[in-house]
């Protein structure tokens, strides 16, 4: 492999890690082939003393996907290096590029191209993040939970995270706050069965049994950013927001029993509960099905 080719494979990535000092871009001899693999330098090391890194965000891999990546490199070779840190003579610790390691396997490779890198815990964690929040095609809550991470153990500022990552504050923000959502909505996002559009609206009502319950509509009937947005203005809208009295505070064990019943459900639980104890619990319906779906739960 040529200089420049190697230049060629590595500049988007050398510019991530800022690794540039440390490539070796001069040989005195071409045809001179370094007795031991050099750190910052395109090398073949061998899969098997390859460690999986332990600080991979990224959760799921598409089989097909990993199918068709294993084909193209059956036939190409893998043409982008993925990065390790050296633990000793003949073992590695992945920094970036799971995928294309588990797709080289797929292939049957023995060895795979590589650059080498030193690197502490903490610079392996944030390299990780950032190569695949740059790299990866990630949902949204796992690039959330990938600045979480890169905030709590990195120790990174908001406005620091977001020129880490070149995003700007407020997407950093919005990302962020995703994780404060119910755990039935984060599923959603993460599964794809709603947008960030949708998710952005959905976080902007502080009650999560509101939230889940506008959620069961967007998924039952499919509704649009534009149709949330909508129905979420008429619920802030309502006459008994308007309302100049407010009703007297739920204490807190009561409100916690009616969260738990609302998640149950996936639905809006209302819960009164009288000065002696006695009360009643209404759940709303929005079709036969859904009716038939909570009396089976019920039951």
Request: net charge neutral.
């Amino acid at each position: 492999m040529s200089i420049e080719k190697k230049k060629a494979l590595g500049r988007g990535l050398s510019a991530l890690l800022n690794d540039s000092d440390n490539t070796h871009t001069h040989r005195s001899n071409v045809s001179e082939v370094p007795s031991t693999n050099s750190l910052g330098s395109v090398n073949e090391i061998k899969i098997s003393e390859i460690e999986v890194n332990p600080f991979q965000p990224r959760t799921e891999f598409d089989s097909q996907a990993l199918s068709e990546l294993a084909d193209s490199i059956k036939l190409q070779g893998l043409i982008q290096p993925i990065t390790v840190r050296r633990l000793n003579a003949n073992s590695y610790q992945l920094i970036s590029g799971e995928r294309r390691l588990r797709a080289s396997k797929l292939a049957g490779l023995v060895q795979i191209p590589a650059y080498i890198r030193l690197a502490n815990d903490q610079q392996m964690l944030e390299m990780a993040l950032i190569e695949n929040i740059q790299r990866e095609n990630l949902n949204a809550i796992e690039v959330a939970l990938s600045f979480q991470r890169m905030i709590d153990e990195c120790n990174l500022k908001q406005e620091e995270l977001g020129e880490r990552v070149s995003k700007n504050r407020s997407t950093v923000t919005n990302y962020l706050r995703l994780l404060r959502l119910p755990p039935a909505i984060q599923a959603s996002i993460r599964d794809g069965a709603i947008t960030m559009g949708h998710a952005k609206t959905l976080i902007t009502i502080e009650d999560p049994t509101k939230q889940i319950f506008i959620h069961q509509h967007i998924i039952q009937q499919g509704l649009s950013v534009r149709k949330t947005e909508e129905m979420v203005r008429d619920m802030q809208n309502s006459p008994a927001k308007k309302e100049g009295k407010q009703p007297e505070p739920m204490p807190f064990q009561i409100q916690r029993i009616q969260d738990q019943l609302a998640s149950k459900f996936s639905t809006r639980v209302r819960l009164k509960y009288g000065s002696e104890g006695k009360g009643t619990i209404e759940i709303p319906f929005l079709s036969e099905d859904d009716l038939s779906r909570i009396l089976e739960m019920l039951d």
